[in-house]
């Protein structure tokens, strides 16, 4: 899915395409070799040069050798990666304080019942959140004001959506650095240095006595077990060794099990023709949480990849590929079944399993039924290269399914499942019959970067999709929020998205990407044109409406403001509401900020 991430869940310097290089200078590496994925008119696939000059040149350098794009620096030597660095990167790295922002020795956090525990908030991925545990109603809306700002440096965006247990803010960040902060205040109790992005939610759990851990993956297919008081590291396990392999789905927990959903950048580096694509399959893994020891693993397209035929380059090509699984699985505790969504295939050969919802046995790992929604969607970035080299020879439209599936019981005992797909299709599958399609309910024309991108929320009788269908030739196209009936697939209301003010500044749009969060009486909403928005669960009227293209001063010291809302969305626990803003990779603009509100502020 390069969504393009669902993909495109990158680093700044996502998709940069190299081969074997030999010049020095960077302005001529970047022109010879990288501008077939950043040029105009492809932003809604790659960042073009101006974007990735906001990074420093340090932030570039260590995204080619340690970050996303570690692959394509190994074909770059040293002198190469700081020429290509010196010539992208004219920002400056964020300069703190040590002691900036930092809690006072001694100090702990206010604690109550709620939280927000992983990327969906229960095991079902509703990402709704009942009034006990959220603290706030539609009748404080009027009232919510921001509390606090954190910033993160300028090497990084606001990438992983933040975890909320026990008083304490856990979240990732695009340079690797997993911070621990007080959900009241925002200051810092401890920082720890994973080996490379963490882009997912974390969950917390027990895993001895007395003693609880976080949880999660970072963009070289590691997962982590971290002392949730110390920050320590007590252990890490490798998932899969493909080296473009890599966790963008929060890994779901149950119990005494880590369920891993793995995925992979591989369809970038297809542009290329010497490239041998394709080899990596998106997968699940079942880790033991107290030890890290793998329980099982099973691969989305069973059959591994073979010999198929040679690209015009005479490159031996690979297949069958594919089937990322860029999402949180969806656990039904009752069946013991595990949901999870999968991604387009990268080569010719068409299989059952891609664009598809698998359910496997939380036990045993062995698929129980699968359920396609898409047939023969095969596309890799070859097929933006006007070589169109290693690109399947029938190239599908890019529209797997990058958005968590929802499993939902309505009154009465009757189960869906319910699945939002880049395609423009909501669908509702019934999970007792092996998946069989229930309704399908289309809400816009889809494409690549359009329809359902990163997730919908839903109740007991409702599901409330955002819709992207971004369109860089005109900012005003696309988004809107879509309000459907479970049990039916009916619309009960559409709320088309306000004309975006920010028109005319590269990256702005009314696409709606983020996934949608979920509170009695009231849906949240975040934009690429930087606002987050309150709906009215009744009609769809817009009720909140906070801009956070703006600086703001933070706790920590650092220099930060917000850009497009996207890839994450809103957490609500405690009577707080914490929000990302300045995801980029798909195109948006730029920022580096996490923004906590409270009623009045206080």
Partial sequence: MVRMLPRLALSFLSFFCAGALSAQDGAAIYQKHCNVCHRAGNENRAPLAESLAKMS????????????MATQGL?????????VAGYLGKGTAARVETAAGVCAPGS???TDSSFWNGGGVDAINSRFQPAKMAGLTAADLSRLKLKWAFGFPSSSVAIAQPTLVAGKLYFGSNDGTVYAVDARTGCTYWTFKAQTTVRAAISVGAIRAGRYALLFGDTQANVYAVDSAAGSLIWKTKVEEHPIARITGAPKLHGNRLYVPVSSIEEVPVSNPSYACCTFRGSVVA???ESGERIWKTYAIPDPPRPT???SAGTQLMGPAGAAIWSSPALDLDKRLLYAATGNGYSDQSVPYTDAILALDMDTGSLKWSRQLTEDDNWNFSCINPNRASCPEKAGPDVDIGAPPILRTLDGGRRLLLVGQKSGVVHALDPDAQGKIVWQTRIGHGGALGGIQWGMAADRETVYAPLSDINRADPAAGGG???LRIATGEKVWHTPPPKPACAGKRGCSAAQMAPATLIDGVVFSGSMDGHLR???TADGAIVWDFDTLQEFPTVNGVKAGGGSLNATGPVIAGGMLYVNSGYSSLGGMAGNVLLAFSVDGK
């Fill in 481 to 483: 929020l879509f309000a």
């Fill in 108 to 110: 702990a956090p206010r």
């Fill in 287 to 289: 880790l033991d949480a």
């Fill in 309 to 311: 035929r040679k690209n």
């Fill in 75 to 83: 074909a770059l030597t040293e002198a190469e990666r700081i020429a």
């Fill in 57 to 68: 040149p340090q932030a570039i350098r260590a995204s080619l050798e340690t970050g996303s």
């Fill in 534 to 536: 309150a709906y009215s």
